[in-house]
């Protein structure tokens, strides 16, 4: 009884120390209540993940921008900044490279946790191979997928549904049109500003004829626009068709936009007599002799702030970006600026819970009120738009969402190869004496060869 008794005692022991040694082998549980989805339909592996939770050890992560307007001064205050102050171990460097560099090689020679992208680039970092399927994080980090505005996540899923369907970006910011303008210019000419109304392209020519002069030796200019690929992007105007690649321009939508920046060079003094016709920001900001500029949100409002601490300021607002009369209500294309998660990153789960933050309603607040449409669906956000960034203190920011946006245009992978053809056409047009026939015929045979080129080079797209 007394063997029987001790040997029944040593197999307790030993199944309790087993079971105590399961136990402390087993991967901690660090996600949280907030973060760990327990859905019962993901598969196992997924539902027992493990990851480790944002700010329980120190951290640096690197960050990294493809493109895009995104000085220091909103790297700081939207992303480094907030994180340091809600994760006091965690900080977000920038990897700035020297502008020679292409996003190529910086790529190839670094691993950025997080990398920031526009619209414009998303095809050019696939073909890197640096952006992770976000798919799993997504799942396993409980990310609501819904609150994201649905004109910028059903781009960001349109790129990839005829092929893997991969989650390749999480929207960060809508970049929306507007037109700025110059009041201190308006003033000057005695021409009254615009105002919340949104103008038809035949009003603004008008009001731009009267900007376009000479006085005291300086020349101003009524009215910059980004030329061909602005416009088109009220119509939402593919370049090159997205089944063959080849050019799309032979359309009447297309034929409206070369006609409309046609008429903008016809106006009196716009194309100075040395030929210069291509006008831009620093013509706006910092020379100030542009009386109307009509581009992105995001191209302007940082600049004019990192302007404004340098010390320059000029008196400027902003109006609803003009479209074609038998469009109005709607503003141009709102262009995707997106957060992703390196493939080759040690720290995704860190730097995906990075992302999640920035998409809180905390984050995109302090997005909205320093100068930045949020991603997210907030129409309460509106209200805060603008509050934080002293530039833009007592400008007409309510107008800035005047107008319904338009989804961006599919953007081929061929498309920013073949950009250079449209500032060409728009060269034609201004100063080469192309009818605009001829510039959408030239343009488009132009196109046509470098895509020849293309598929050679990046293949069947």
């Keep these: 009884m007394k063997k ?3 040997g029944l005692i040593i197999i307790v022991l ?27 339909d993901q598969p196992a592996e997924t539902q ?14 690197t960050f990294f921008s493809t493109s895009g307007t995104f000085p220091d001064v909103e790297f700081n205050t939207l992303i480094a900044d907030p994180i340091k102050k809600k994760y006091p171990n965690v900080t977000i460097e920038r990897i700035t490279p ?38 799993e994080l997504i799942k396993r980090h409980n990310f ?15 790129i990839t549904k005829d092929k893997g369907g ?22 000057k000419f005695g021409v009254p500003y615009p105002d919340e109304k949104q103008l038809t392209w035949d009003e603004v020519l008008e009001i731009a004829a009267k900007l376009t002069r000479t006085e005291n030796g300086v020349h101003y200019i009524g009215l910059s626009v980004d030329n061909l690929t ?51 920001r620093d013509q706006f900001m910092k020379d100030q002799v542009i009386g109307m500029r009509v581009t992105w949100l995001a191209n302007m409002v940082g600049p004019l702030e990192e302007l404004r601490q340098q010390g320059v300021e000029f008196n400027w607002d902003i109006a609803p970006a003009p479209n074609f009369s038998d469009q109005l209500g709607k503003t141009r294309e709102a262009q995707i600026h997106s957060l992703s998660v390196n493939s080759q990153s040690k720290h995704k789960d860190e730097a995906f819970q990075v992302i999640a933050e920035i998409l809180s309603d905390e984050g995109q607040t302090i997005l909205a009120r320093n100068g930045r449409v949020p991603a997210v669906i907030n129409p309460e956000l509106e209200k805060e738009y603008g509050l934080d960034i002293p530039v833009l203190q007592g400008k007409s920011v309510q107008n800035v969402f005047i107008g319904e946006p338009l989804q961006e245009h599919y953007i081929h992978p061929y498309e920013l190869e073949i950009t250079t053809r449209l500032t060409e056409a728009a060269e034609d047009l201004a100063i080469n004496g192309l ?17 020849e080129t293309l598929r050679t080079t990046l293949g069947d797209q």
């Design 14 to 40: 030993l199944t309790m120390v087993t079971a105590c040694a399961g136990k402390s082998n087993a991967p901690a549980n660090t996600s949280g209540d907030s973060t760990q989805n327990t859905s019962t």
């Design 166 to 187: 991969e989650i390749y970006a999480i929207p960060f910011n809508a970049n929306q049109h507007v037109l700025y303008y110059n009041k201190d210019i308006f003033d």
């Design 98 to 135: 020297a502008a020679t560099t292409t996003n190529e090689e910086v790529l190839s020679t670094h691993v950025p946790d997080i990398i920031y992208s526009s619209s414009s680039s998303h095809q050019r970092i696939i073909r890197t191979g640096a952006y992770e399927d976000l798919r």
């Design 4 to 6: 029987f008794t001790f």
């Design 435 to 451: 009818d605009v026939n001829s510039a959408i015929r030239k343009a488009t045979d132009a196109i046509n060869k470098d895509v």
């Design 230 to 280: 602005g416009l088109s992007k009220g119509l939402g105007l593919s370049y090159v068709d997205r089944e063959t690649g080849n050019a799309a321009l032979d359309t009447p939508e297309w034929l409206r936009v070369f006609e409309l920046n046609k008429r903008i060079f016809e106006i009196p003094g716009y194309v100075t007599p040395d030929n210069t016709w291509n006008w831009g």
């Design 144 to 158: 609501d997928e819904s609150r994201i505005k649905p004109i910028l996540y059903d781009y960001i899923k349109d």
């Design 48 to 61: 027992q993940a493990d990851f480790k939770k944002l700010g329980d050890e120190p951290l640096t992560l």
